[in-house]
């Protein structure tokens, strides 16, 4: 057997791949799923698994991770509304890849939050993502399908608000790849003070 295969599966075994989000409340996620345009090529993000990113940290040993938690849990911040609201695709090339929907002009307390997460990764010891950090909810994905084929969807539900949501926690999540999808797993909640 191939030593650095070995390694290799060894880390995957002993570590977990783990992101911290924002939940959104079921009524929310609803409608979110009832936008759904039903075109193909288009995979929509099962309600259950809807969820605004505050920073995805990938495969993350046992160490780190235990540090990760304990850093996490001692964040402070204050409960805040927030709206959801504007369609809009990430593309690659011109051909849509994510659908999502964002957070309005956001919110100075979301930033924060962000900030303190990305803080909390670094202290573990973790690398966070640099790339500017754009908060949005994935509503799809998309796999060969061109622009004209969404172009009236997204004009559509541009300005397409589903409301407040009111963020008095954060989790960290654990996610198992799946032929059938991802499996997210609750592994610790922050809870505003």
Not at 104 to 118: D, E, M, N, T
Request: hydrophobic content about 45%; overall charge positive; proline content about 6%.
């Amino acid at each position: 057997m191939d030593v650095r295969r070995w390694a290799l599966d060894v880390f995957f075994l002993m570590s977990k791949r783990l992101f911290v989000a924002i939940d959104l409340p079921e009524s929310t996620r609803q409608l979110l799923a009832d936008l759904d345009p039903r075109v193909r090529g288009v995979r929509w993000t099962e309600p259950a698994q809807m969820h605004l990113t505050l920073s995805f940290l990938g495969d993350v040993p046992d160490e780190p991770d235990s540090a990760l938690r304990e850093k996490l849990g001692v964040i402070e911040f204050g409960a805040f509304f927030l709206s959801i609201v504007g369609v809009g695709a990430f593309s690659a090339k011109g051909a849509p890849k994510i659908i999502w929907i964002g957070v309005g002009k956001a919110h100075p307390h979301l930033f924060q939050i962000h900030k303190r997460v990305q803080e909390a990764a670094l202290a573990a010891g973790l690398d966070p993502e640099l790339r500017p950090w754009h908060p949005h909810i994935t509503l799809a994905r998309c796999r060969d399908v061109s622009a004209q084929s969404l172009r009236k969807f997204l004009q559509s539900n541009a300005e397409f608000d589903a409301g407040l949501i009111h963020v008095a926690d954060f989790h960290l999540y654990s996610s198992k790849l799946t032929p059938a999808g991802p499996i997210h797993t609750r592994e610790l909640t922050a809870s505003a003070r």
